[in-house]
């Protein structure tokens, strides 16, 4: 069984940063990419930032040049460095892992459980 689990959301004033984390666990036979998702309340969820195992990575235009990604393979880990937040950026934030397991070479997608992140004016 793979599991997601995200750490770091909170409350923070805007301008304000934060950092969330999330590590990949379970019977994992190779991650392609992992990424962070939000939805926010009344919208669909949409994508915040990707990175792939070779280290290339792709924003959404609302957070490039303030969000950063970056990945840990040895630890199967994912961040997300969220620095000038704004009111908009408020959301629940979901981790996603493009993995395959051991018995199988098809690529499925796992979803964290969210983390949420809400930003004050």
């Known amino acids: 069984q793979v599991q997601l689990v995200e750490s770091g959301g909170g409350l923070v004033q805007f301008g304000g940063s934060l950092r969330l984390s999330c590590a990949a666990s379970?019977?994992?036979?190779?991650?392609?990419?992992m990424g962070w998702y939000r939805q926010a309340p009344g919208k669909e969820r949409e994508l915040v930032a990707r990175?792939?195992?070779?280290?290339?990575?792709n924003y959404a235009d609302a957070v490039k040049g303030r969000f950063t990604i970056s990945r840990d393979n040895a630890k199967n880990t994912v961040y997300l460095r969220m620095n000038s937040l704004k009111p908009e950026d408020t959301a629940v934030y979901y981790c996603?892992?493009?993995?395959?397991?051991?018995?199988?070479?098809?690529?499925?997608?796992?979803w964290g459980q969210g983390t949420q992140v809400t930003v004050s004016s």
């Open positions: 996603n892992g493009e993995l395959s397991l051991p018995e199988s070479p098809a690529i499925r997608n796992y």
């Open positions: 990175i792939i195992s070779g280290g290339d990575s």
């Open positions: 379970g019977s994992i036979f190779r991650i392609y990419a």
